[in-house]
């Protein structure tokens, strides 16, 4: 015999992913995202005898999930992430000494779990792709919005929902939902976040040359890769740089210190984005070992942002090995 519990789960577990990633893009944080999620369906179970079928079972969650967000953005505890350009100008200097963990840093996605999102059409309302709207570049600006804006924004542009429904899940009016989506969105257009995807035949070469250059150490193959105004952030460092002179200085530092190792460098996917994990090995070691990662942003067939995560704990999440045999 199923019990109620079992029957909730079965309602409940379809939309999993698709409100991981809609806190995802309200928190910036896969790790918050997912106790947000958690938290849903806690809230979802323990209030199942109020759910009148006035509305969907999905609507209701996304109410429930929205409205854990914004609490959660509420607290005391809650900073708005952010990416290192966010902070302040560019510098030259080199990153030494432990970097920043008071700053709340925005967190890459994994793109193996936006298989089962991908099914999920938005309403007719939507203004964005997924692929777009997992962007960092988004996700970055997004998070310059107050919550309930960013709220109206995710609920009105990225999933297409009309202004009532909008009004409906915020408690609010419709007036003061178009109200909060013009701001958004006014907000949203001082920011360069939209990324056309690269065609197949681009996306093929660049990882064919990107893999080279590091494997072989070919710093001006890296460096043609590049943006003359390409920019280099790498949470959980505070630091970021621009310009391809810049970035030469930095990588050739980068890679003085790292001397006596080899890299091997495996292509994968976040935030809809191409990325790179990058293993490192000394001589004599018989293991490629878990480094960094990069997320790289194009713009007209070029590398326009490199974005590092010096954390080899994230390579998990996205299913990438913690080793690579030589």
Known sequence: MITEQETFQQLAEPYRRQLQVHCYRMLGSLHDAEDMVQETFLRAWRARDRFEGRTSFRNWLYRIATNACLNAAASRSYHARVLPDALGPPTDQLPLGDPSTEIGWIEPYPDILLDTVADSAPGPDARYELQESIQLAFIAAVQQLPARQRAVLLLRDVLGWSATETAQLLDTTVTSVNSALQRARATLGQHDHMTP??????????????????????????????????????PPWPQWYRGRATIRTFFEWVWQ??????????PFGANGQIAFAQYASVEGATEYQAHSFLILTLRDNAVSVLTGFRDPSLFPRFELPASLDH
């Open 257 to 266: 210190r790292n001397r006596d190792r080899a890299f091997r460098v495996l």
């Open 197 to 234: 995807p690269p065609t197949d035949e681009v996306q093929r070469d660049l990882i064919e040359r990107y893999v080279r250059s590091w494997e072989t150490l070919d710093m001006d193959s890296f460096i043609a890769l590049l943006k003359d105004d390409v920019v280099l952030r790498m």
